[in-house]
T-cell receptor, first 114, second 110 residues
Framework: EAQVTQNPRYLITVTGKKLTVTCSQN?????MSWYRQDPGLGLRQIYY???????DKGDVPEGYKVSRKEKRNFPLILESPSPNQTSLYFC?????????????FGPGTRLTVL | DAKTTQPTSMDCAEGRAANLPCNHS???????VYWYRQIHSQGPQYIIH???NNETNEMASLIITEDRKSSTLILPHATLRDTAVYYC???????????FGSGTRLSIRP
């Protein structure tokens, strides 16, 4: 089944403890992206990647890192999480970055930073 | 990318057509109009997109005005499962960033 998977789905952690949220797609998509969703603010893009080894900042990149070493995976890294990073996170992918295309979204990761 | 404006909320009776408007007065000539929806904190789901012509697929129809300053998403026979937040976004074909606004919360009445 074609899908975007994220792990973990739920995570409660403490300030400053490094964490990684994994994202994987099995559709051989070039483009992948991370979003966060907060009440009243809609979905905001954190980072995106147009292909392997190509990443760029979205609208809210502060406090996050990403890497794209292989096509299928696009992990989101929080080196020193803070409470303001408590949010619902979505990973998404699409076939090609440069054409009109739909994005497929993962199920979401609900992160709480205490 | 064009800024889009949508009503905060709407409701519709089950079985009737749900018409969701979107204003995108700053849209440029090669920017597409996309619609996504999100059902209760699940990942957003693609619905439809269009450039100039009206479009229809198995989920919905998209009507774009001739001046392209606004569009309407039509769910022809709304069901309770269509209760969701609907997002209208403008996107260049070659752009990488996508900006989601606050969307329209659609409630379907039984």
């Amino acid at each position: 089944e074609a899908q975007v998977t994220q792990n973990p789905r739920y995570l409660i952690t403490v300030t400053g403890k490094k964490l990684t949220v994994t994202c994987s797609q099995n559709m051989n998509h070039e483009y992948m992206s991370w979003y966060r969703q907060d009440p009243g603010l809609g979905l905001r893009q954190i980072y995106y990647s147009m292909n392997v080894e190509v990443t760029d900042k979205g609208d809210v990149p502060e406090g996050y890192k990403v890497s794209r070493k292989e096509k299928r995976n696009f992990p989101l890294i929080l080196e020193s999480p803070s409470p303001n990073q408590t949010s619902l996170y979505f990973c998404a992918s699409s076939k090609l970055a440069g054409v009109v295309d739909e994005q497929f979204f993962g199920p979401g990761t609900r992160l709480t930073v205490l | 990318d064009a800024k889009t404006t949508q009503p905060t909320s709407m409701d519709c009776a089950e079985g009737r057509a749900a018409n969701l408007p979107c204003n995108h007065s700053t849209i440029s000539g090669n920017e597409y109009v996309y619609w996504y929806r999100q059902i209760h904190s699940q990942g957003p789901q693609y619905i439809i997109h269009g450039l100039k012509n009206n479009e229809t697929n198995e989920m919905a129809s998209l009507i774009i005005t001739e001046d392209r300053k606004s569009s309407t998403l039509i769910l022809p026979h709304a069901t309770l499962r269509d209760t969701a937040v609907y997002y209208c976004i403008g996107k260049y074909s070659s752009a990488s960033k996508i900006i989601f606004g606050s969307g329209t919360r659609l409630s379907i009445r039984p």
